[in-house]
């Protein structure tokens, strides 16, 4: 897990006893509010650091199975936008202009709301203003960093290339200093004959070396090949399931086949990946899980994902509905991402869940041809863990598409 992620700081503060579980309920610095609560908003948490990302991948995922999300909801994020096309973090007063006012704008939180504003129609201009101000922000190396001119990261790369996706943008084409994002993603892709070979890095740590991120892959997968968060099954590349070593730089479609092999084996024996959180030695992380199983089926490996998928239905729920609506949708994703039923995740209605944490949707519109799972009620002991560490190791495995949120965002 890495230093971007406030969830995991919070994790990590919980590990030696001084979070409580309501703490971690929701990737956010605090449990009561600082204002009150807007009624279009989902979740209960203080908003301050992820307001508009969790509102955002709420929508997306009810868009994703055909819930019509509520106009409250829609107003809501759509009047979050800054007059420069950006969003911050969350913007208590919408009255009071961003620029001036010390707010730092955010370009994962803009990245995912243009995403979000594309999925509820009506709001296209909203969203390719967001997409310009994202291009501004575009580093050298042809990335994109959490705050603008900050340095670049393979997750914030990844976000935003599904938002260049989202309004109809090719991100080969968009270029700063000659490099594209691409150009990036194949950069800090780890060679196949080193440790942790196929994976992509975060970031390089200050000598230059890469280490392998579970986290940063499964955006690096979903970035490489040019998607958003919402995937449908891909065609397994012709390749096969092996890392592509190269001499030459790596193309993007290897980038992508690559990090999904090295999340393939990651995943192969357990069915999960494991907290990579200070003090959660061998604990299971969910998120991370749940993007792998996006990451693998765009790629077009859904055998691969099939295990760490039933490990989630069998697992995950707990976990969600202590996290909150970002963890509702980020399952909902990978059972959508997989053909899968998300009214019937493991016996439970995720979409039920999810809709239960924000004002009522407008329409529910089941889709059909998708595969429901029986439930399996045996015990493999991850539940018992949960209910008992949940006060000490809570908010392990927010994933990336949860941890947007992060303490070092306070100005």
């Known amino acids: ?38 009624s279009g908003l989902y979740g209960t948490a203080d908003p301050k650091y992820d307001g508009v990302w969790r509102q955002s991948l709420a929508m997306i995922a009810q868009r994703a199975v055909g819930v019509t999300p509520s106009g409250k ?93 989202a309004v109809g943008d090719d991100p080969a084409v968009l270029r700063s200093s000659g490099k594209t994002p691409y150009d990036l993603l194949a950069k800090w892709s780890i060679p196949c004959d080193e440790d942790g070979g196929g994976a992509l890095a975060y970031q390089p740590d200050k000598k230059g070396k890469l280490a392998a991120n579970a986290d940063a892959t499964a955006a690096g997968v979903l970035g490489a090949l040019g998607k958003g968060f919402v995937t449908t099954r891909g065609k397994a590349p012709e390749e096969g399931y092996n890392c592509a070593d190269s001499d030459k730089k790596l193309t993007p479609k290897e980038v992508a086949r690559n990090g999904a092999a090295y999340l393939s084996d990651a995943t192969h024996d357990k069915g999960h990946l494991t907290s990579a959180l200070p003090g959660a030695k061998d604990q299971p992380d969910y998120g991370n899980t749940a993007d792998t199983v996006v990451a693998l089926a765009a790629q077009g490996w859904t055998e691969q994902a099939t295990k760490p998928y039933a490990w989630l239905e069998k697992n995950a729920l707990p976990w969600a509905k202590q996290s ?63 209910i008992v560490g949940t006060g000490l190791v809570a908010g392990i495995g927010v994933g990336f598409l949860i941890s947007g949120r992060r303490k070092r965002q306070q100005p």
């Open 324 to 386: 909150g609506p970002a963890a509702y949708a980020e399952l909902i994703l990978a059972a959508h991402a997989m053909g899968r039923s998300p009214f019937g995740f493991g016996g439970t209605d995720l979409v039920q869940a999810l809709n239960a944490t924000g004002p009522a949707p407008q329409q529910v519109k089941k889709p059909t041809g998708l595969q429901v799972a029986k439930p399996d009620k045996s015990d493999s002991g991850h539940g018992v863990w949960w």
């Open 73 to 165: 909801a829609v107003d809501w994020l759509a009047e979050q936008q800054c007059s420069n096309g950006a969003f911050t973090a969350f913007r208590a007063d919408t009255s009071k202009p961003c620029e001036g006012g010390g707010a730092m704008f955010d370009t994962n939180a803009t990245a995912a709301a243009a995403q979000a504003l594309v999925a509820v129609g009506d709001h296209y201009g909203q969203a390719r203003e967001a997409v310009e101000w994202l291009k501004g922000q575009q580093n050298k190396d042809g990335g994109w960093g959490y705050t603008p001119a900050g340095p670049s990261d393979t997750n914030s790369t990844g976000v935003v290339i599904g938002a260049l996706t």
């Open 1 to 38: 897990m890495n230093v971007r992620r406030s969830a995991a700081v919070l994790g990590a503060v919980a590990v030696i006893g001084t979070a409580t579980p309501a703490t971690a309920a929701d990737p956010s610095a605090s449990a009561s509010p600082s204002t009150a609560l807007p």
